[in-house]
């Protein structure tokens, strides 16, 4: 069965560094990789989609990449804020199922 | 606009007893629609999907059900719950046409005692 791993469960970085969080899949590449951001006791709520016939995909301070040689993505937070802490998750959607599948978060923390 | 509606909020139930979840998407036809777990401090479980009305995929087996009695209802059930229920359950619809982005409800905390 497919699986998506997010190697780190937890990550701290300096307000203002860039964050870079991983992704990595198994077996075949889905139509959609997908990057979520959920708060405490909240549902994820959807930031950026990239195809797989993309390879980067930019929106303000975020940036995804997407290879699918090494099935991974990449997804960075530049001049990073207290405000971005949160957990990310990532989510694979294969279109032939049209479920969405979701890796474990990573938890990030943002100090002033 | 669309939206997503899920209830009740939180939820105590004992062992034994039975379980309801509903959820509900307005301004939009024939949705995908899902069924998430999230244990405490984990990632999302898939529980269910749906594509149409009466269409149901089982992601993993286990102590619930799913039903879609209607286009834009999704239900999730048991009839018997396990201490292992608890967790944070969350609804979540996705267009049928451009398949790709989920929206989600604002979950249900369900503690089975």
């Known amino acids: 069965s497919q699986k998506i791993e997010q190697n780190s469960e937890a990550l701290n970085i300096q307000e203002g560094k860039t964050a870079t969080l991983t992704c990595n899949y198994t077996?075949?590449?889905?139509?959609?990789l997908q990057w979520y951001r959920q708060d405490p006791g909240r549902g994820p709520v959807f930031l950026l989609l990239?195809?797989?016939?993309?390879k980067e995909k930019r929106k303000e301070r975020l940036k995804v990449t997407f290879d699918t040689t090494l099935k991974q993505s990449l997804f960075h937070i530049t001049a990073s804020q207290p405000a971005d802490s949160a957990t990310y998750l990532c989510?694979?959607?294969?279109?032939?199922?049209?479920?969405?599948?979701f890796g474990s978060g990573t938890r990030l923390s943002i100090r002033p | 606009s669309q939206t997503i509606h899920q209830w009740p909020a939180t939820l105590v139930q004992p062992v034994g007893s039975p379980l309801s979840l509903e959820c509900t998407v307005e301004?939009?036809?024939?949705?995908?629609l899902y069924w998430y777990r999230q244990a405490a401090g984990r990632g999302l479980q898939l529980l269910f999907y749906?594509?149409?009305?009466?269409?149901i995929s089982s992601e993993v087996p286990q102590n619930l059900s799913a039903s879609r009695p209607q286009d834009r209802q999704f239900i999730l059930s048991s009839k018997k719950l396990l201490l292992s229920d608890s967790g944070f359950y969350l609804c979540?619809?996705?267009?049928?046409?451009?398949?790709?982005?989920?929206?989600f409800g604002q979950g249900t905390r369900l503690t089975v005692v």
């Open positions: 989510a694979l959607l294969y279109s032939s199922a049209s479920k969405i599948i």
């Open positions: 301004g939009t036809s024939n949705p995908n």
């Open positions: 749906s594509v149409g009305i009466g269409q």
């Open positions: 990239i195809r797989e016939n993309e």
């Open positions: 077996n075949y590449s889905p139509a959609y």
């Open positions: 979540a619809w996705s267009s049928d046409r451009t398949n790709t982005e989920a929206f």
